[in-house]
């Protein structure tokens, strides 16, 4: 059974930072993307950023380049996402999902197997 569990999330004032990780257990691909998508309130999910285990390939949306940063550790199957220069439009609940067999960093959720239970992210004063 395939499990990922989020962590990092919490409340940051504007401008703040917070780095969220992403631990997957119980599968063993050796190629895969993991990725960051996210859902406000009211609003579709969308997608952060990706990464691929086989060239550390990346994407990142539009509305966070240059503030945030995606890597992962592929001994520990865990992926990062460190967001600097955090804005209100960040708050949402952040989920991370895993694409076994894909070598791109996409973020077309067709690929999108296994997903997390999401971690909230709050960015207010």
């Known amino acids: 059974q ?3 569990v989020e962590s990092g999330g919490g ?3 504007p401008g703040g930072s917070l780095r969220l990780s992403c631990a997957a257990s ?5 190629r ?4 960051w998508f996210r859902q406000a309130p009211g609003k579709e999910r969308e ?6 285990s086989t060239d550390d390939s990346t994407y990142l949306a539009y509305s966070v380049k240059g503030r945030f940063t995606i890597s992962i ?4 199957n865990t992926v990062y996402l460190q967001m600097n220069n955090l804005i209100p439009e960040d708050t949402a609940v952040y989920y991370c999902a ?3 067999r894909i070598t791109t960093a996409t973020m077309l959720e067709h690929y999108y197997h ?10 207010s004063s």
């Open 2 to 4: 395939v499990q990922l």
């Open 11 to 13: 409340l940051v004032q």
């Open 26 to 30: 119980g599968f063993t691909f050796d």
């Open 32 to 35: 895969y993307a993991m990725g």
């Open 47 to 52: 997608g952060v950023s990706a990464i691929s």
């Open 73 to 76: 550790d592929n001994a520990k």
């Open 98 to 100: 895993v694409a076994p």
């Open 114 to 123: 296994y997903w997390g239970q999401g971690t909230q992210v709050t960015v």
